[in-house]
């Protein structure tokens, strides 16, 4: 019977084990005729990073001064009962405006920032409500975000619309150079002139396409100029508009807790399908076999005497599953040896040849040292069926305040996390006690999977 300790459904390396042959729509890859430095003007990331720094200052401006209003009216009040609900309602407003925000970050830099829990009192009634929102860090935070981000928003606009426009003029020079002689009776853009009649216009062939050369320079300089202003955005955003970091783990560990009931009640359910399935039903089968015998024994000894013997390779069976199964849930010897006998065992079940190195300097609590092992038994399963491999070795060692799996192999490589497959499963209960799982596996191969736990010692 083979171990299945629910750390994975289904094939370790799932459907994306399968080398991308560029069949199909989606292994095309796009091909580009210019590199990326020469088509980042024309790409449509550029275009709307810089219509998300158009929009910032109109918005800025009304952001400010709701802000600053909000905060001098409440503060004002604060002398009367009526500046707590003012101020309040202030604060809930600037969360409203910081929707908004993430909203447009989120169509416009692709940046995907969760939004804050909502704001709960402990009671229900208006007061406790209020209480609540000035309590919460959160609309704090949307309010300073209210009042930093105008004057970045000012600058970065300024900076923006002033090389956008310069560069793009410059570079498309030659196509409107005829206006300066039809309409603005001089020859081309002026680079000098005084009262006296000294002067110097861009008016040649030569100084033209220097021109247009200069803006092309500056239409590239440009593009990544925008990038760089709006990442300082996207730290404003995801900085103070986001939920708070104390959030963010408390949802996490949330999140852990779901996923390792999960997994006990996977657990749970797989022990009692092998029980039932594996050696209940066989011992069911041996207690009707031993009936028979004991009937059989005075009129037929000989015949009873092949079933006992029968009944005995059953025994040996079930004595073998129930093994099995026990050492799926917890094996003994990881109990009385620790990780370098148990990790040893495993390696003698795989069916290539596996190197193992185990170098810890002692042994990580209990449930580290059951997680590690059940994942290089996953992983050591996934190398038998599907890896098509030759040989395999295993590493194990700590590092600072971390234990590290690492399980390579010569297969076919093609492995990924995707959904579905036992590595996905596998990374997620991983996650679930903020351990880590890596995979490197090109198509064709060698495949690397590492693994990261927290030691707790």
Not at 274 to 291: C, E, P
Not at 422 to 433: P, S
């Amino acid at each position: 019977m083979a171990m299945d300790h629910g750390y994975g459904h289904g094939h370790g390396y799932g459907h994306g084990y399968e080398p991308d042959r560029g069949h199909g729509h989606g292994s095309r890859r796009r091909t580009h005729l210019l590199p990326p430095a020469l088509r980042t003007p024309i790409e449509a990331r550029t275009w709307r990073e810089f219509g998300y720094l158009l929009l910032s200052m109109p918005i800025s401006i009304v952001f400010f001064a709701y802000a600053i209003t909000t905060l001098s009216l409440g503060g004002g009040l604060l002398v009367t009962f009526l500046g707590i609900p003012v101020l309040a309602a202030g604060l809930a407003g600037c969360r409203g405006f910081g929707m908004l925000e993430r909203a447009r970050a989120r169509k416009l830099l692709a940046l995907d920032v969760a939004d804050p829990a909502p704001v709960r009192g402990k009671k229900s009634g208006m007061m406790s409500w209020v209480g609540a929102v000035l309590k919460s860090g959160v609309s704090w935070r949307h309010l300073v975000y209210g009042v930093l981000h105008f004057p970045w928003a000012i600058f970065a606009f300024i900076v923006s619309v002033t090389f956008w426009v310069t560069s793009w003029a410059l570079f498309t020079y030659p196509l409107w150079q005829w206006v300066f002689p039809r309409h603005l009776d001089q020859s081309g853009i002026s680079l000098y002139s005084d009262s006296r009649g000294n002067d110097f216009f861009l008016d040649t062939p030569f100084e033209v396409g220097v021109t247009s050369a200069v803006g092309l320079v500056l239409v590239l300089a440009t593009s990544w100029l925008i990038r760089g202003l709006v990442t300082v955005d996207r730290l404003m955003v995801s900085g103070l508009l986001g939920p708070s970091r104390l959030a963010t783990r408390v949802s996490e560990l949330e999140s852990d807790r779901g996923v390792v009931v999960d997994t006990a009640a996977a657990d749970l359910r797989r022990i009692e399908r092998d029980l039932h399935d594996g050696a209940q039903a066989r011992l069911v089968a041996l207690a009707m076999d031993l009936g028979l015998a004991k009937e059989k024994l005075a009129e037929d000894p000989e015949a009873a005497a092949r079933m006992v013997d029968e009944a005995h390779g059953e025994v040996k069976t079930a004595l073998q599953e129930l093994r099995d199964l026990a050492r799926g849930i917890h094996p003994a010897v990881l109990t009385d040896r620790g990780l370098d006998a148990a990790l040893s065992a495993i390696a003698s079940r795989c069916t290539v040849p596996v190197s193992m190195s185990v170098d810890l300097p002692s042994r990580p609590a209990a449930a580290i040292e059951g997680i590690a092992y059940f994942t290089v038994s996953e992983l050591l399963q996934n190398v038998s069926k599907h890896a098509r491999a030759r040989r395999a070795t295993v590493d194990v060692w700590q590092t600072h305040d971390r234990l590290m799996l690492q399980v390579t192999d010569d297969g076919r490589g093609g492995a990924d996390t995707s959904a579905g497959s036992g590595l996905a499963g596998l990374a997620e209960r991983l996650d679930a006690v903020d351990g880590i799982l890596v995979v490197d596996s090109p198509a064709g191969g060698p495949t690397m999977v590492t693994a990261e736990l927290p030691w707790r010692g």
